[in-house]
């Protein structure tokens, strides 16, 4: 078990480009998270997928943002014509299976700022 | 739509001491969950302790061990023997189907 692994760790990019971020999660983990954290603030909800499936969406998720988790194994969030309101601390989070109580184990998180 | 609050933006406690964090939520659901999470310089989050809320028995993990007042909707930590390495940001959440709503959080420090 080599836990949660997100990469890249920093992203500095300029207004207006294409980012992607990619989230390998433990390995036997059907359910994978993604949140986002300001500064002075705890983690946002942004989606959820439950295997290969997108199940839950915030409205935080804006058309400009699209996660996908192909086979059901690791998942990518892109960031289309970024703002700079989107620089934040993008967190993936993967757990198996669970009624909403089962234990998140989280990665250090991708940051990213936009100039 | 739920909210958690964490009304001490931070703490301070001595080496060994026992320092308390609060926390409020509020929420419509019956069947939740409510959890303290540490976060510290790596940014990774990990979980601290968790309490079913149908569950009466306060949880308790070693030195950590919540009160829990289901009908005031509080859920605050208590740490005991405070150690150097528990200084962190500490968040409060709630389950919401399978999100979690976090609080703002608590820097805590730990002083020698």
């Known amino acids: 078990d080599t836990g949660v692994s997100q990469n890249p760790r920093h992203k500095i990019t300029k207004r207006g480009q294409n980012v992607t971020f990619r989230c390998d999660p433990i390995?036997?983990?059907?359910?994978l998270y993604w949140y986002r954290q300001t500064l002075g603030q705890g983690p946002e909800f942004l989606t959820y997928?439950?295997?290969?499936?997108?199940?839950?969406k915030s409205r935080l998720l804006s058309d400009r943002f699209s996660a996908e988790r192909p086979k059901g194994s690791f998942s990518t969030l892109e960031i289309q014509r970024t703002e700079q309101g989107d620089s934040a601390m993008y967190l993936c989070?993967?757990?198996?299976?669970?009624?909403?109580?089962?234990?998140?184990?989280f990665g250090s998180g991708t940051q990213l700022s936009v100039l | 739509a739920q909210t958690v609050t964490q009304s001490q933006p931070e703490m301070s406690v001595q080496e060994a001491e026992t320092v308390t964090l609060s926390c409020t939520y509020d929420?419509?659901?019956?069947?939740?969950?409510l959890f303290w999470y540490k976060q510290p310089p790596s940014r990774q989050m990990i979980l601290v302790i968790r309490?079913?809320?149908?569950?009466?028995q306060n949880a308790t993990e070693n030195r950590f061990s919540v009160n829990f007042q289901k009908a005031a909707k509080s859920f605050s930590l208590k740490i005991s023997d405070s150690q150097l390495g528990d200084a962190a940001m500490y968040f409060c959440?709630?389950?919401?189907?399978?999100?979690?709503?976090f609080g703002k959080g608590t820097s805590l420090l730990v002083t020698p």
């Open positions: 929420t419509s659901e019956s069947d939740y969950y």
């Open positions: 989070a993967s757990s198996f299976s669970g009624r909403g109580d089962e234990k998140l184990f």
């Open positions: 390995s036997e983990h059907n359910r």
């Open positions: 309490q079913e809320a149908y569950k009466q």
């Open positions: 959440a709630s389950s919401s189907g399978y999100a979690l709503n």
């Open positions: 997928f439950q295997n290969e499936a997108q199940l839950e």
